[in-house]
């Protein structure tokens, strides 16, 4: 059986995983925090996605929006479940190609995502055969990660 991670864990993890995300620094980095296969994305108005399409929300991000910034707010985490505040900001200076209004093009503002995110630390049961075996590269298992109410605002500069 897996140990359940700690909340420092489950802190550390989250605040990693978003900065990678936003930077895109490593993308084999950041596959190592998601179940890429079982992942499973539900964020506002009813926009679905699997790992591959969270990937190609946040690639289009990196390509839309310069000094990209992510701030946590309040967090709360118990069992495997953790929520927090999280605000994206960036200025906006190339195309936007996965808005849920279709294609936007940059204006030159300043804008912040004003988001709560809730999401699942599942770490599924090993296989009998690797179980007492050590995981070396630990991937987050992640059943689900849920937006909701996110608030997008252009700052005027």
């Known amino acids: 059986m897996t140990h359940p991670r700690t909340r420092?864990?489950?802190?550390?993890?989250?605040?990693?995983?978003g900065?990678?995300?936003i930077s895109g620094e490593s993308q084999e980095e950041t596959d190592s925090y998601f179940d890429t296969e079982n992942f499973a994305f539900h964020g506002p108005?009813?926009?679905d996605s699997d790992y591959a399409?969270?990937?190609e929300y946040?690639?289009?991000?990196?390509?839309?929006?310069?000094?990209?910034t992510i701030r946590r707010g309040i967090i709360v985490a118990e069992g495997d479940l953790i929520a927090c505040q999280t605000w994206i900001e960036g200025t906006f200076t190339g195309p936007f190609t996965h808005s849920?209004?279709?294609?936007?093009?940059?204006?030159?503002?300043?804008?912040?995502?004003?988001?709560?995110?809730?999401r699942a630390d599942r770490q599924p049961e090993p296989p009998p055969s690797?179980?007492?075996r050590r995981r070396l590269t630990p991937g987050l298992?992640?059943?689900?990660?849920?937006?909701?109410a996110a608030a997008v605002q252009m700052i005027s500069s």
């Not at 849920?100 to 809730?118: F, H, Q």
């Not at 298992?141 to 909701?148: F, I, K, P, V």
């Open 141 to 148: 298992r992640r059943g689900c990660l849920r937006w909701g």
């Open 58 to 68: 946040f690639q289009s991000i990196r390509a839309a929006f310069e000094d990209r």
């Open 130 to 132: 690797a179980r007492g």
């Open 45 to 47: 108005d009813g926009f």
């Open 19 to 21: 900065e990678l995300e």
């Open 53 to 55: 399409g969270l990937t």
């Open 8 to 17: 420092n864990e489950l802190v550390t993890r989250l605040v990693r995983a």
């Open 100 to 118: 849920p209004a279709g294609k936007l093009e940059p204006n030159g503002a300043r804008v912040v995502w004003d988001l709560m995110g809730i």
